[in-house]
């Protein structure tokens, strides 16, 4: 007799952001489906962005239109209980919630995250398969002398737990989909269907639990049929002819025969080498050398799959103790020794080490396929692209100043001129602040075109003062520093965010010089004025 555990994490792709980012935890939090994310979420569920960058210009009163078009894809607890629900625009769910947090749908962070938990339920059972997303099935046979089924439950609920996804419900059955089913039912966190019982515990549930289209399942309403018992009741042969393979489907689920089943995981390969010194080592010298005869093996083996690196973890001992590990996210991948190991140079001369060493553990933590092509600084900012020399410059940046040291403008579609783009850091995988596409329809029509193609490094609002001759700007000063204006746009007028703040504001963009500076020094900045408290600021200067 096969049985089956089907575990389900309910809004997996929210409690993913909550996970990486805890101060979502409790918070209205959404997420936003793009124009392609219908096949982002068919291809997860078969398996299984401070400045501006260019910007629409245009005299509206009401937000963009590529932040009209956002809608909701998914929502958390705390914003549907703020009447913000699943289809909604942006618009809409912001005019509902003015605290709401937005984030855009992001497929490979879910898969990197169900992968990472499908690793860890192997330690449950040792055929563990993703069946879609945040949905797993496990292998539940064989457990009399385990503790039983109850016993099965209480280990992965406890599993997912530990890996920060708290909300789990599991129900296990002799197939698939009736254990995927009882995991939508009741309020205890497991259910277990009696063994060869799926059919009479599927029999009373509605039919709008078997996988039908719209049009079925408005057929066979139609028809009477509201139950999955009734449906069961009908001839195969009768559904064959009616609806083809999908009433056939639907007919076998009905009477608990489900092919699907949980396998053994394949995996994942991994690229590590580990040496003991033999002794303690402080010089740097002495550890590069060990290092390199480490790379060199470790690349060896990665251009022999076809793969390079993308990032390496180095960990350092001191007899058992490890008490040093540094991820090392890499510019550019690479499976070059050379370049790695001036790579992981300048970590160690950034961080010197404080400890003797007596081992070293070098892995590479993520891999790409090869390319035989340049890689960009950013794959969606082509065709500039990175030689060796300068990829380790940037590498210099960003291991001795940070991960934020080096950053790219991107596009931000927001109301408001100063909100409309954020600096991403290149090495950042996925934006942290909610990062909106630019309708390049609305700007093409609307653009004015003097800003287009410039980015805007934001300073705030800067107090300023202005000097005016015929009602006519000519001059502004701010930081005790007076600039002539040698030319000024007509204004960008916007009133109304009834959601939020209100503002009555006229954006310029000003050519401006140095009082007494030459033609040369001149620069175009973004000059607000608030007319609710009548007060000018400088905004940013653009490049």
Not at 5 to 25: D, G, S, W
Not at 140 to 168: I, M, P, W
Not at 213 to 239: A, P, W
Not at 253 to 276: C, I, M, T, W
Request: charged share 25%; glycine share 6%.
């Amino acid at each position: 007799m096969y049985r089956i555990a089907c575990l389900r994490i309910p809004k997996f792709q929210i409690a993913v952001h909550q996970k990486h980012e805890p101060v979502l935890k409790g918070k209205p939090f959404v997420l936003l489906a793009g124009g392609s994310e219908g096949g982002e979420q068919a291809s997860l569920r078969s398996i299984a962005r401070c400045g501006v960058a260019p910007r629409r210009s245009t005299a509206a009163q009401s937000p963009s239109a590529g932040s009209a078009r956002a809608k909701v894809f998914m929502c958390s607890a705390e914003a549907y209980r703020q009447e913000v629900r699943e289809g909604m625009r942006l618009s809409e769910a912001r005019g509902v919630c003015a605290d709401l947090i937005w984030r855009e749908y992001a497929p490979p962070l879910y898969l990197d995250a169900q992968r990472k938990l499908l690793r860890t339920l192997i330690t449950c059972s040792p055929k563990v398969t993703a069946l879609e997303t945040g949905i797993f099935l496990l292998d539940a046979s064989g457990l009399k002398y385990l503790g039983g089924e109850g016993q099965l439950c209480r280990h992965v609920l406890k599993a997912c737990s530990q890996s920060g996804f708290t909300d789990g419900h599991i129900g296990i059955a002799n197939s698939a989909f009736a254990a995927m089913v009882a995991t939508r039912l009741k309020r205890k966190r497991w259910y277990i269907v009696p063994a060869e019982k799926d059919a009479e515990f599927l029999a009373p549930l509605p039919i709008q639990h078997l996988p039908l289209s719209l049009e079925v399942l408005e057929s066979l309403l139609d028809l009477g049929i509201k139950s999955i018992g009734q449906l069961t009741g009908l001839s195969l042969t009768s559904l064959e002819e009616r609806f083809g393979q999908e009433g056939v489907l639907a007919y076998e689920l009905a009477h608990g025969k489900d092919n699907r089943r949980p396998y053994l995981p394949e995996l994942e390969r991994e690229f590590q080498s580990s040496v003991e010194l033999g002794g303690p080592v402080d010089a740097l010298n002495e550890i590069l050398f060990v290092l390199k005869s480490m790379l060199d093996r470790l690349m060896t083996q990665l251009q022999q799959e076809g793969l390079w690196a993308e990032e390496l973890v180095l960990s350092l001992y001191n007899d058992n103790d490890k008490f040093d590990e540094r991820p090392i996210k890499l510019i550019r991948p690479s499976n070059h020794t050379k370049f790695l190991l001036e790579v992981v140079k300048l970590s160690l001369e950034a961080r010197p080490v404080k400890r003797e060493i007596t081992g070293v553990k070098l892995a590479v933590s993520r891999v790409a396929p090869e390319s035989w092509e340049q890689v960009p600084i950013d794959p969606g900012d082509a065709p500039a692209t990175l030689s060796e020399s300068l990829s380790l410059l940037l590498q210099r940046f960003t291991t001795r100043l940070g991960e934020d040291a080096v950053v790219r403008p991107v596009a931000n579609d927001q109301y408001f001129p100063e909100d409309a783009g954020v600096w991403l850091p290149v090495l950042q995988n996925a934006p942290t602040r909610p990062v909106l596409p630019i309708d390049t329809e609305y700007l093409n029509t609307y653009s004015t075109g003097i800003g287009d193609g410039l980015v805007l490094r934001s300073t705030g609002h800067i107090p300023a003062l202005m000097e005016l001759e015929d009602s006519s700007l000519v001059a502004i000063s701010y930081h005790g520093q007076w600039h002539r204006v040698k030319a000024l746009t007509v204004p960008e007028r916007l009133s109304g965010m009834w959601w939020e703040t209100p503002a009555q504001r006229s954006y310029y963009m000003a050519l401006i010089s140095d009082e007494h500076a030459h033609d040369t020094n001149n620069r175009l900045v973004l000059i607000i004025r608030d007319h609710q408290t009548n007060k000018w600021f400088l905004a940013g200067n653009y490049d």
